[in-house]
């Protein structure tokens, strides 16, 4: 895996900080729940124990996960992103024509993306197929349900 992750500045910062608070703050917690568990005895019948022990193990593939993240992180410069074809960090205006209705959409990375803010990724089979694109496109998008068909609108820069 030595492909970059494209990230804002705002965005590698909260994964930073995210990654900062389960180092100095969850996993000393956590340790301190398998200390005291152990003290209870017999370590083969104690859930309390295990459970610890699971977490801790969850949050140390966690913590691997965001590490991975932050090495391969490379920071996309506001100044480099232009309006004139769909990249990260571009709000994309698109016309659904099988639906007859406009959406708007704004690319950000993997771990940027949230639907509900209608922030997709670039590495959706959708932000896939708007990549590239310019103003007066079709882009004709295969997805699980069918085909989507978007007229690309208008495209502003996002950062």
Do not use: C
């Not at 804002?8 to 301190?32: F, G, N, W």
């Not at 913590?63 to 074809?85: F, G, L, W, Y």
């Not at 959406?103 to 803010?117: A, C, H, I, K």
């Amino acid at each position: 895996m030595s492909d970059f992750i494209y990230m804002s500045k705002e965005a590698l910062k909260k994964v930073k900080d995210e990654l900062h608070e389960m180092k100095s703050v969850k996993r000393p917690e956590i340790a301190q729940k398998i200390s005291d568990a152990r003290d209870f005895g017999d370590l083969k019948e104690n859930a309390e124990y295990h459970a610890a022990r699971e977490a801790m193990a969850m949050l140390e593939d966690k913590i691997n996960q965001m590490e991975e993240t932050v090495r391969r992180a490379r920071v996309v410069d506001p100044k480099n992103i232009t309006d004139d074809k769909i990249s990260i960090y571009t709000k994309v205006t698109v016309k659904d024509m099988n639906r007859s209705q406009e959406m708007q959409y704004t690319l950000v990375s993997q771990e940027e993306s949230d639907f509900r803010q209608l922030k997709i990724s670039v590495s959706s089979p959708v932000g896939k197929g708007l990549l590239g694109k310019t103003v007066g496109d079709v882009a004709e998008i295969q997805v699980p349900a069918g085909t989507l068909k978007y007229e690309i609108l208008k495209i502003e820069v996002a950062l």
